[in-house]
Nanobody, 126 residues
Framework: QLQFVESGGGLVQPGGSLRLSCEAS????????IAWFRQVPGKEREGISCISGPDMITRYADSVKGRFTISRDNAKNTVYLQMNSLKPEDTAVYTC???????????????????WGQGTQVIVSS
């Protein structure tokens, strides 16, 4: 069965850092497009970062640009999201997602992604 499993969430103080991991199960990462999304109850899901397969081109939402870094390690079948300088407004459930198509670039549009993880909770609070 194809799935993603996220980990690394938790409680952190403002200004702190966390690294989220998304491990693929039932398939191996190669040239697929991967993205991270987040959602707060009562608000729309937000695409925050993506990374392409062939050339590992990355994109970031303005809300996280300069603070978050997406990366992938195909040998470990894992995608990462390094989050620095965390703010209370970063509090959300973070989810990774997969698009099978090996585009040289990537998109933050939800409709492009087909395999979704269950999410990991991040709380930024004093």
């Amino acid at each position: 069965q194809l799935q993603f499993v996220e980990s690394g969430g938790g409680l952190v103080q403002p200004g702190g850092s966390l690294r989220l991991s998304c491990e693929a199960s039932g398939f191996t990462l190669d040239r697929e497009t991967i993205a991270w999304f987040r959602q707060v109850p009562g608000k729309e899901r937000e695409g925050i970062s993506c990374i392409s397969g062939p050339d590992m081109i990355t994109r970031y939402a303005d809300s996280v640009k300069g603070r978050f870094t997406i990366s992938r390690d195909n040998a470990k079948n894992t995608v990462y999201l390094q989050m620095n300088s965390l703010k209370p407004e970063d509090t959300a459930v973070y989810t990774c997602a997969l698009d099978w198509r090996p585009y040289p670039d990537c998109t933050l549009l939800m409709g492009r992604y087909e395999v979704w993880g269950q999410g990991t909770q991040v709380i930024v609070s004093s």
